[in-house]
Nanobody
Framework: FQLQASGGGLVQPGGSLRLSCAAS????????IGWYRQAPGKEREGVSC???????HYADSMKGRFTISRDVAKNTVYLQMNSLKLEDSAVYYC???????????????????WGEGTQVTVSS
């Protein structure tokens, strides 16, 4: 059971990045995948999640600029981040929990399985 986040980097304000979360050892059809982030000195913050049936949910503050999607064939979940701001700088993590057929997930709560994070730095 493994989650590997990638795609982070340095981007200027207003730029875009697409993060990837490659899952192995389980099938996305049965798990919700969540994206979280944590900036230095701050608490972990939920960003977005997508359920086993492909239903996407977003934290209120993330709606509009971030889009979560997945490729079941590649067993990979993506987070497209547009119009990036300085305050989006953080380590971004992906995580997983069994969805049990639910169309609901909520990143206000942590999930069961976590991968290593990928650093996103927004700077001019």
């Amino acid at each position: 059971f493994q989650l590997q986040a990638s795609g982070g980097g340095l981007v200027q304000p207003g730029g875009s990045l697409r993060l990837s979360c490659a899952a192995s050892g389980f099938a996305l059809d049965y798990y919700s995948i969540g994206w979280y982030r944590q900036a230095p000195g701050k608490e972990r913050e939920g960003v977005s999640c997508i359920t086993g049936d492909g239903t996407a949910h977003y934290a209120d503050s993330m709606k509009g600029r971030f889009t979560i999607s997945r490729d079941v064939a590649k067993n990979t979940v993506y987070l497209q981040m547009n119009s990036l701001k300085l305050e989006d700088s953080a380590v971004y993590y992906c995580s997983a929990e069994e969805s049990y057929g639910s169309s609901y997930c909520d990143t206000r709560y942590g999930m069961d399985y976590w991968g290593e994070g990928t650093q996103v730095t927004v700077s001019s």
